[in-house]
């Protein structure tokens, strides 16, 4: 009895020892040999890897996300982004980028202004060049950006906007029209632009000055 007592003693020590060996060897070869980035445009894939470069050699199944958003939220164009990890020795990183509208001009400082309201770095790149530029500030345009959204004006047809010191704008269409809008209630004079550009007789006018209250001027 004792002998057979020891005997399965000692097989279970011998199959324990395996268990926990193999287990140890599997977790330690499983490393991460690739990091693939995916639907980036902006951004370079170099920058993201370099910066990510820490998981290789990590087993993914211990890979904390945590880590990856604190430094991938620091990149100025990444909106969002998606982290699968494929079995047994990749990564990949989905990238959602910020889409810039207007371009903000402050002085001499250059800003993007994106859809979700963050100022990014100016980049000099060829599918922004055609972005209305906006010489004032980010606070004013706010402002003014949700007059015309609720104008529904689309934000593609300027070409520029004009912050005057007196608080007053001046907005540029692509159609080289000018409009001078008046320090207060411009509200209603984008609604008459609006509705006046439509109408072919009105297409031969370069400039639209509201600035006289109860006014508009032709030219």
Same mark, same amino acid.
């Given at each position: 009895?004792?002998?057979?007592? *020891?005997?399965?003693?000692?097989?279970? !020590?011998?199959?324990?020892?395996?268990?926990?060996?193999?287990?140890?060897?599997?977790?330690?070869?499983?490393?991460?040999?690739?990091?693939?980035?995916? @639907?980036?445009?902006?951004?370079?894939?170099?920058?993201?890897?370099?910066?990510?470069?820490?998981? *290789?050699?990590?087993?993914?199944?211990?890979?904390?996300? @945590?880590?990856?958003?604190?430094?991938?939220?620091?990149?100025?164009?990444?909106?969002?982004?998606? +982290?699968?990890?494929? *079995?047994?020795?990749?990564?990949? +990183?989905?990238?959602?980028?910020?889409?810039?509208?207007?371009?903000?001009?402050?002085?001499?400082?250059?800003?993007?202004?994106?859809?979700?309201? /963050?100022?990014? /770095?100016? !980049?000099?790149?060829?599918?922004?060049?055609?972005?209305?530029?906006?010489?004032?500030?980010?606070?004013?345009?706010?402002?003014?950006?949700?007059?015309?959204?609720?104008?529904?004006?689309?934000?593609?047809?300027?070409?520029?906007?004009?912050?005057?010191?007196?608080?007053?704008?001046?907005?540029?269409?692509?159609?080289?029209?000018?409009?001078?809008?008046?320090?207060?209630?411009?509200?209603?004079?984008?609604?008459?632009?609006?509705?006046?550009?439509?109408? !072919?007789?009105?297409?031969? *006018?370069?400039?639209?000055?509201?600035?006289?209250?109860?006014?508009?001027? !032709?030219?």
């Amino acid at each position: 009895m004792n002998k057979r007592l *020891y005997v399965a003693i000692f097989l279970l !020590l011998i199959l324990t020892t395996y268990s926990v060996q193999h287990k140890f060897n599997f977790n330690h070869e499983i490393k991460i040999k690739k990091i693939i980035i995916a @639907n980036n445009k902006i951004v370079q894939e170099k920058r993201i890897i370099r910066d990510l470069s820490f998981l *290789y050699e990590k087993n993914p199944a211990f890979i904390s996300t @945590n880590k990856i958003q604190e430094i991938l939220t620091k990149i100025d164009f990444i909106e969002s982004f998606e +982290i699968k990890k494929i *079995y047994p020795d990749k990564i990949k +990183i989905k990238i959602f980028e910020k889409k810039p509208i207007v371009i903000i001009q402050n002085k001499k400082e250059k800003k993007y202004y994106t859809s979700s309201g /963050d100022l990014v /770095d100016f !980049l000099d790149l060829n599918e922004f060049k055609n972005l209305p530029i906006v010489f004032g500030d980010k606070k004013n345009f706010e402002i003014f950006y949700e007059i015309l959204k609720n104008l529904k004006f689309p934000i593609n047809e300027i070409k520029a906007l004009y912050l005057f010191e007196t608080r007053r704008w001046d907005l540029i269409t692509f159609d080289d029209q000018i409009v001078k809008l008046p320090i207060n209630n411009f509200e209603s004079s984008l609604k008459n632009f609006i509705e006046l550009r439509e109408k !072919l007789s009105f297409s031969k *006018y370069k400039t639209f000055d509201y600035r006289i209250n109860g006014q508009l001027i !032709l030219k």
